[in-house]
């Protein structure tokens, strides 16, 4: 990490009473929820669509608001400035993401972005000085429901993906990811990771149960799980149901109903530390009297242990072949999804406990079961999360939810941690 000959004097200048104003943050997400509604109470705003726009939109509003100044770039990220002491020196990041799954939540990413905003705020509100300047990211295409692989934006900003192979992605209506971005009005001219990060921060809801079964207000995230996404293709042969004897049967469907089994079991014998599951399908023809000739699934693999994520993978492409054959189906693959395991910052994440504890705040170390865009920022810069519980650990879902005071608390315990590491300006 970069020098932080500053942060004794910064913790000397961070008072107790330092808050963020909650009943404002609980406000921002409220409105920002109406752009872009779901049908059950949670919002699809999705990357590169109409409602994205206008929820950029209104972010940009806010923080220029607020004394920010945006820059973009050629992927759509929003960078809002809110200057420091000393402009050269390499700005302290606070970033997530404002785009949501088709049947999302009104607080994954979002609440991120705008508690970043909100810790702007709240310095400006207080009169408080900082050496480094603080920029809030809004990093595009977290998601990756609309255009895969998800983390898009922040994967081409770190140098693993191309911004060329990213504006060629296409969803499933066959619209190209830099087309539409074009379409909305959101492609810059800064050059994707031509930008300094002195240390960026992510704060999410937890989008898992743990924090509320263990009655924590604060998770230390200390390491996310890597992951891979495996699209695999089983392909039979269409006959219909009712004339075709069960032997002569190349039935692609059963092919999906024994991988998905397979995937299960390889899960389950690397307890505790790996998740795995069949997600997106779609079946072809998908009608009721044809066996399916063809299916298109995606396997997501998880752990935070790299040699555990790795062994699973190896597992499924050797066996899944060779179950298919026995159907009489070809079975295809290919990576379409892939990150190592994060570990986070260490002095990041002490930052973390210790403003906690000042807080008076309850807090645990966690592992993040998700993928997020710190995972990406990880590999250029240092880089940190924060967790909030959610209700039930319910996420994805238009029943997410939080409480004001769980968003509260975890925002404050962004606020301190950033003035320390952006370095506080005493009188």
């Known amino acids: 990490m970069t020098s932080d000959s500053g942060a004794a004097s910064a913790d000397r200048t961070i008072g107790s009473n330092i808050r963020i104003n909650g009943d404002r943050l609980w406000a921002s997400l409220m409105e920002m929820a109406r752009i872009g509604p779901g049908i059950a109470g949670g919002n699809n705003r999705q990357t590169l669509t109409d409602a994205d726009g206008e929820g950029r939109r209104l972010f940009q509003r806010w923080c220029e608001d607020a004394g920010m100044v945006m820059s973009l770039d050629r992927m759509g990220n929003m960078f809002m400035r809110h200057e420091g002491e000393d402009p050269a020196l390499d700005p302290v990041y606070i970033g997530s993401h404002l785009d949501t799954q088709p049947t999302g939540g009104k607080y994954d990413g979002v609440l991120g972005v705008l508690a970043g905003l909100e810790v702007v705020r709240a310095i400006r509100d207080q009169g408080i000085r900082t050496r480094r300047p603080i920029v809030v990211t809004n990093w595009t295409n977290e998601e990756g429901a ?6 898009m934006a922040s994967a081409v900003f770190a140098g693993e993906l191309g911004l060329e192979q990213a504006y060629d992605k296409r969803d499933s209506k066959g619209l190209r990811f830099g087309d539409e971005l074009v379409r909305i009005g959101w492609q ?5 990771g031509d930008r300094k990060i002195h240390a960026m921060f992510e704060y999410h809801i937890e989008q898992g149960p743990i924090l509320e079964a263990e009655g924590k207000d604060i998770g230390v995230v200390t390491h996310g799980q890597g992951l891979r996404w495996i ?3 089983v392909t039979g042969k269409g006959q219909h149901t009712g004339s075709t004897p069960m032997r002569m049967r190349r039935n692609a469907g059963r092919g999906l109903a024994q991988l998905t089994e397979l995937v299960h079991e390889i899960a389950m014998k690397n307890q505790p530390a790996a998740v795995g599951a069949i997600g997106h399908i ?3 023809p998908n009608s009721r009297n044809v066996i399916p000739e063809k299916v298109v699934f995606t396997v997501d693999f998880r752990s935070h242990l790299l040699p555990v994520l790795l062994s ?3 597992e499924y492409l050797g066996k899944a072949p060779e179950i298919c054959a026995a159907l009489g189906c070809e079975f295809k693959a290919e990576i379409v999804g892939q990150f190592d395991p994060p570990a986070f910052d260490p002095v990041l994440l002490e930052r ?3 403003a906690s504890d000042d807080l008076g705040y309850s807090r645990m170390d966690i592992v993040s079961g998700a993928g997020h865009d710190a995972c990406w920022i990880n ?3 240092p880089t940190v999360m924060i967790m909030c519980p959610c209700v039930d650990g319910l996420s994805h879902n238009e029943a997410e939810e939080i409480s004001p005071e769980w968003a509260a608390k975890g925002a404050d315990v962004l606020l301190r941690a950033v003035l320390q590491t952006a370095e506080v300006i005493g009188d």
């Not at 609309?146 to 983390?151: E, K």
């Not at 810059?188 to 994707?192: K, L, R, S, V």
């Open 282 to 284: 779609d079946v072809y």
């Open 312 to 314: 699973m993978v190896a």
């Open 188 to 192: 810059g001219d800064e050059t994707p």
């Open 379 to 381: 590999k250029v810069a």
């Open 146 to 151: 609309r255009f895969a692989p998800a983390m």
């Open 352 to 354: 973390i406990r210790q």
């Open 231 to 233: 699209e695999c293709t």
